[in-house]
T-cell receptor, first 117, second 116 residues
Framework: NAGVTQTPKFRILKIGQSMTLQCTQD?????MYWYRQDPGMGLKLIYY???????DKGEVPNGYNVSRSTTEDFPLRLELAAPSQTSVYFC????????????????FGSGTRLTVV | AQKITQTQPGMFVQEKEAVTLDCTYD???????LFWYKQPSSGEMIFLIY??????QNATEGRYSLNFQKARKSANLVISASQLGDSAMYFC?????????????FGKGTHLIIQP
């Protein structure tokens, strides 16, 4: 049971380059998320998706784009990389339920450490 | 909008002592969920414990318990009999109000160091 798989684990980009961070989950979760974690800080939401074909902005979406063509995949695209995008990126997924009370759980990938120089 | 506040940037605790990590939250939602995660130096996010806003009893998971005081909007994590392996960053988080679709709001974390 792979859970949430992120690739690559590490990447160094030059300013102005572009790249795609891959995220795949095999749990048939309908909700997927991208977070970034800056040094010494908590995670901040970049984008999220409630299902294939539906995405929405989170707290810090500038400089990023996402797509969700399948339930399993939720890639994050960085266009024109900037030093401010140096961070650790986490993909996560969760199952939708009717109750806000229940713990449906969030499964996190192992993260991608990105450095922009 | 939700907000999570963790006021302890770092803590040093002697091994085998109990430790309480503070978390206060702010939300206008009547129904919500609170989470604690552990992040060791290896970087992964490890789920520890969950508390639903209507749960009348405090959540417990092994050595972890959550001291939930709804009126004070606090959800402190208690680790009993701390171990060296408990040294890590600890994050308090709340489920978003958009039916849970918009993910978790995290605090800035507490860096816990267990000393032998």
């Amino acid at each position: 049971n792979a859970g949430v798989t992120q690739t690559p684990k590490f990447r160094i980009l030059k300013i102005g380059q572009s790249m795609t961070l891959q995220c795949t989950q095999d749990m048939n979760h309908n909700y997927m998320y991208w977070y970034r974690q800056d040094p010494g800080m908590g995670l901040k939401l970049i984008y999220y998706s409630v299902g294939a074909g539906i995405t929405d902005k989170g707290e810090v979406p500038n400089g990023y784009n996402v797509s969700r063509s399948t339930t399993e995949d939720f890639p994050l695209r960085l266009e024109l990389a900037a030093p401010s995008q140096t961070s650790v990126y986490f993909c996560a997924s969760s199952y939708y339920g009717a109750s806000l009370e229940a713990n449906y759980g969030y499964t996190f990938g192992s993260g991608t450490r990105l450095t922009v120089v | 909008a939700q907000k999570i506040t963790q006021t302890q940037p770092g803590m040093f605790v002697q091994e085998k002592e109990a430790v309480t990590l503070d978390c206060t939250y702010d939300t206008s939602d009547q129904s919500y969920g609170l989470f604690w995660y552990k992040q060791p130096s290896s970087g992964e996010m490890i789920f520890l414990i969950y508390q639903g806003s209507y749960d009348e009893q405090n959540a417990t998971e092994g050595r972890y318990s959550l001291n939930f005081q709804k009126a004070r909007k606090s959800a402190n994590l208690v680790i009993s009999a701390s171990q060296l392996g408990d040294s890590a960053m600890y994050f308090c988080a709340m489920r978003g109000g958009g039916g849970g679709a918009d993910g978790l709001t995290f605090g800035k974390g507490t860096h816990l160091i267990i000393q032998p």
